[in-house]
């Protein structure tokens, strides 16, 4: 009934029990037993980023120091993309380099580790490199790989770019007199009911509920259904955050300062 991971994109420890009394037992055991100091919270959600519109930048990043100095110029299209990262190119007449195309392409997936709305990591993302420009001298490697991060960064100003968020698919077991206000508590929580059954006096409902609804939900149902009732979620797919939500996690972010991390329950 416990489990332990490390939740990719927040960089959180997340336990997972059945409820808050259990988290409390298992943390407090911690203490004692083998005397770690545990600092708990409830975790974030692990959000996506990404743009709605098209975006074509043009950055130059150039930077003279003693000696050599660094050149990289990147024209990039950006655009939604519904099969995770694609990166493409369309140079003709080397105005980039062979060499330096791979060193764009990572520093656009480095640069996506860390989103720019909130520092999460940014999906669903289509670049193409269609011009720049290089120096014999100054151009490296690693200048392209900047004038690429800096173009993802540009991207998100000029292409309306939001939040996704997980959706669970939820299926909720509960008898059948509390079937009314289970269903009203999934409305409240931005949920969607998929379809129901019944069987021997029990419903079993089926919905689809934001993942940041539900961190307390064991408790939650445990006190409408006096604990008869009992629930299961997975991830089923992520979808766009309403902008309310967009503006309070953006703001949450600035305050807290990207990479943050908590331990969560």
């Not at 059945?18 to 974030?44: N, Q």
Request: glycine content about 10%.
């Amino acid at each position: 009934c416990i489990h332990i991971h490390r939740e990719e994109g927040t960089g959180e420890t997340v336990l997972t029990a059945m409820g808050d009394a259990h988290v409390d037992v298992i943390v407090e055991r911690l203490k004692r037993k083998f005397g770690a100091s545990v600092r708990t919270a409830t975790p974030r959600v692990p959000y996506r980023e990404t743009i709605r519109q098209a975006a074509r930048i043009d950055n130059k990043f150039k930077r003279q120091t003693g000696g050599h100095g660094q050149y990289g110029h990147v024209v990039i299209e950006f655009e939604p993309s519904s099969g995770g990262f694609e990166f493409g190119d369309r140079i003709v007449g080397g105005v980039v380099p062979k060499q330096y195309i791979p060193a764009v392409e990572k520093g656009l997936r480095e640069a996506m580790t860390e989103g720019v709305l909130a520092g999460y990591p940014v999906v669903d993302l289509k670049a193409t490199l269609v011009d720049g420009s290089y120096h014999t001298v100054d151009s490296s490697e690693m200048a392209f790989k900047v004038a690429a991060s800096q173009a993802l960064k540009k991207a998100f100003d000029a292409g309306s770019p939001t939040l996704l968020e997980p959706i669970l698919e939820v299926d909720i077991v509960v008898p059948d007199e509390y079937m009314g206000d289970v269903m009203g508590q999934i409305t409240a929580k931005r949920g969607q009911v998929l379809g129901m059954d019944s069987a021997e006096g029990m419903q079993h409902l089926r919905a689809q509920v934001p993942q940041a609804e539900m961190f307390h939900y064991a408790t939650e149902l445990r006190s409408i259904t006096q604990g008869r009732g009992r629930f299961s979620w997975k991830l089923d797919h992520y979808a766009e955050v309403p902008h309310n939500i967009v503006e309070k996690v953006v703001a949450e972010a600035a305050h807290d300062g990207h990479g943050t991390e908590r331990a969560g329950h």
